[in-house]
Each structure stands twice: as structure tokens, then as C-alpha cells.
């Protein structure tokens, strides 16, 4: 029979006055001192050994911080290190914040979704966290704040997961003996006095859609040059889905026989399963690409900066990749006679009006292919040639 776990409450944390040893469940202690002084422990066994890791001060670290530290030094027992001689190699190493967020990546990949995610986060943070040579028991607030702050308000959604990954990065940290004190990169009661809310700056604000007549042209300029961005964001504008749906797919989401591509609740951002028809031209993309690994692996702004940069490197734009959604939903406005439920299922968007629901709960899949066939054809993509070949190019 199981061990039961989380026997402590907060409130028993502050209250609690026995000297000794009180389990909380899976190795991890409460300790109180001859002098009333609490701390937490961590009891584990290695190679047949007994041992037992300090956690931090109770005054310091709450019981869900400890829980998480505890998660994370079970994960890293799983992966065949040793908590203590880790701390130790980390301490005397001198690690950096590139080490860390390395060492964090490393642990973590087994238990998300695909390696895209990994991809993502190393890429973000080399892009805009920390200097990675920077040691990272001197990552401090004006630190934090000078990675964060330019990017706050013309790309909240980036900054506000690089924040995020900051903040887990030097926690893994701090559990690993690492650093100590605060963490700078906190929202809730730090950092929340320093930057606006998110919600706050993009308020009203949407991103920056091409016209849909123009779209056309644009496929034809990607098509002109092969590359993963490029084969990507064609991807993207065939099926109109978003950025993070493309970026994070593997191929055990693609039912290449039947064409059509099913996305886990998990990954969506309503949270509910979407299944995407798939069209000959976007079918022509994804064949040729190798199963060796996802059919996008890029990180969550190549396609953006494909997009917005400026010649050589990009194509100089003021859109977004999330805007082609945009210029496909005033294109089946306008150009089309689909009800509006099909092209908000197309979107996988949440419908409010309980009978649109209702009605889109039922398959439509056919309703939906015919669609998204349309918008290739007005795309000017022939697929008895090839999906990333323009019928008029």
C-alpha cells in the first residue's frame, strides 16, 4: 500500500512545536530543532546508502516550495544523479546561469510534451534571459528587469514566459545550493510593483494581420526558398492554426492516412482536443520531412522573425504569424458563404452561444476540409503538383 503524502498542512507548519522529525510524505521532513528552529529535510537512499539533503529554512521556504524541491531532487534521482554530490560539483563549479537553465532543461525534457518544448525554452532564454556566463548566484532584480523590460510591451506574451523561465531556472537552482535569497525573477509580490500587468498592456491591442488579398502573393514569395521557417509558417497559413500548435507537433498527432491532424487538449489553448483536416497542399508539406524528429522543430519566433526581420534574414513585414489567422477569418467572411460555427471550429476558437456549441460539438470535420480546401485554392496552392508550389508562380 502506498505511503500517503502532503500529511502536513501549512497552517501545521506554523504551528507545530515537537522537536523531531514530521514526515509530510515522499522523503521530505519538517525538522524542528532543539532551539524550535524549523527547516526541511529530504530523506532518500542511493546505492543502498541512507541520506539526508537540507531544503532551506522554513522560514524561507514555504511547504509548497518545499514539495517542489523535493519533486525535483526525486527527478533527479530518477535520471541517475545524486542531489548531494550535485550540490556539491554545483557549488564548488562556480555554475552559471547558462549551466543552470541547461541543467533545468536536461531534467525536465523527460516529462514534457515533445522536444520542441525543450527547443523553445533554450532558445527564449538565450535570446532574452540572463547572459549565460553571467554566474548565477549573482542573477539579481535590475538583472531581471534589464532582460524583461524591452520586451515587455511590444512582446508581452514572450516576455511573460521568459519571466517564468527565469523564475524556475533559480529555484532549480536554489534547490540545488546553488544560489540563495530571493527569487528576482517572482511576479507575486516583486515584480508585479515593478512592470505593468500583462493583461494591462495588451489590452486592446491585436496583432497585425496581413489583408487577406495579399496572402496569396506572400505563399508565393515562401515558396520561393526552402527552409524550415518558411515550410513552417506555410504549414501555419494552410491550416490556420497558431504558432504553438505547429512549433510543439510531433508526429504521433498526424494521421497522415486519413489527413487529418489531431492536437491534445493539452496543447490547446481552450484546453479542449482539435482535430485540423488536412489539405493536398499541406499534406505535400509534411511528407517529405524526415520522422526523425518533430515536423517543425523551431523555436516559438522563427516564424516571426521570418516574418519581421529585415532582409537578408527575414522578409521585413509589419504582420504577425498569429495575424494570418486574421486575414483567414475576413477571407471566409467575406469570400466565402461558411457559416460562421464552421470557420470558429476551423479556428478552434470558444463559442459563448450554448446552441453554436452544441451544434459544433458534431463532427463538421467534412464541413471543415471543404473550407480549408477552399482557402487553399484561393491561396493559388495546385495540389496536383505540390503543396509549396503556387499554381501561379
Not at 109 to 122: H, V
Not at 166 to 175: N, P, T
Request: proline content about 6%; some cysteine.
Amino acid at each position: 500500500m502506498a505511503r500517503p503524502i502532503h500529511r502536513l498542512s501549512a497552517r501545521a507548519v506554523q504551528t507545530l512545536t515537537k522537536q523531531g522529525y514530521h514526515a509530510d510524505g515522499a522523503g521530505l521532513y519538517l525538522l524542528i530543532g532543539p532551539t524550535g528552529a524549523k527547516s526541511w529535510v529530504l530523506r532518500y537512499q542511493r546505492a543502498g546508502r541512507r541520506r539526508e539533503m537540507g531544503l532551506g529554512s522554513a522560514a524561507v521556504v514555504s511547504l509548497a516550495e518545499a514539495r517542489q524541491a523535493a519533486i525535483a531532487q526525486h527527478k533527479l534521482l530518477v535520471a541517475g544523479g545524486d542531489p548531494i554530490a550535485t550540490r556539491r560539483a554545483a557549488k564548488s563549479a562556480g555554475a552559471t546561469f547558462g549551466e543552470a537553465a541547461d541543467a533545468y532543461i536536461a531534467t525536465h525534457r523527460a516529462g514534457w510534451k515533445n522536444d520542441a518544448q525543450a527547443e523553445q525554452w533554450t532558445q527564449s532564454l538565450k535570446d532574452y534571459g540572463p547572459a549565460r556566463a553571467t554566474p548565477v548566484a549573482e542573477v539579481d532584480t535590475p538583472m531581471v528587469m534589464a532582460c524583461l523590460r524591452p520586451i515587455w510591451e511590444n512582446k508581452t506574451v514572450t516576455a511573460t514566459r521568459v519571466r517564468g523561465r527565469i523564475e524556475r531556472v533559480l529555484d532549480w537552482a536554489k534547490v540545488h545550493g546553488m544560489r540563495e535569497g530571493e527569487n528576482p525573477a517572482r511576479w507575486r509580490g516583486h515584480l508585479q510593483n515593478l512592470l505593468p500587468k500583462p493583461s494591462k498592456v495588451t489590452k486592446g491591442r491585436h496583432h497585425a494581420a496581413m489583408p487577406y488579398p495579399e496572402v496569396p502573393a506572400f505563399m508565393a514569395t515562401l515558396a520561393e526558398r526552402d527552409g524550415r521557417s518558411r515550410r513552417a509558417l506555410r504549414f501555419t497559413i494552410l491550416t490556420a492554426a497558431r504558432t504553438d500548435e505547429v512549433v510543439g507537433a510531433d508526429w504521433s498527432e498526424f494521421d497522415l492516412e486519413a489527413r487529418v491532424w489531431t492536437i491534445p487538449a493539452g496543447r490547446m489553448k481552450g484546453g479542449r482536443e482539435h482535430s485540423v483536416p488536412l489539405t493536398a497542399a499541406a499534406m505535400a508539406i509534411l511528407e517529405p520531412l524526415s520522422r526523425k524528429e518533430p515536423p517543425f522543430k523551431l523555436s516559438e519566433n522563427s516564424m516571426l522573425y521570418l516574418v519581421q526581420k529585415p532582409a537578408p534574414k527575414g522578409l521585413g513585414l509589419p504582420f504577425t504569424v498569429h495575424g494570418f489567422r486574421s486575414s483567414f477569418r475576413d477571407w471566409a467572411a467575406e469570400e466565402t458563404e461558411t457559416p460562421n460555427e464552421v470557420v470558429e471550429m476551423a479556428l478552434a476558437h470558444a463559442i459563448r452561444n450554448k446552441a453554436e456549441a452544441a451544434y459544433r460539438r458534431g463532427a463538421l470535420l467534412d464541413r471543415r476540409r471543404t473550407l480549408m480546401e477552399e482557402w487553399q485554392a484561393f491561396l493559388g496552392l495546385n495540389p496536383a503538383v505540390s503543396g509549396s508550389e503556387p499554381a501561379h508562380a
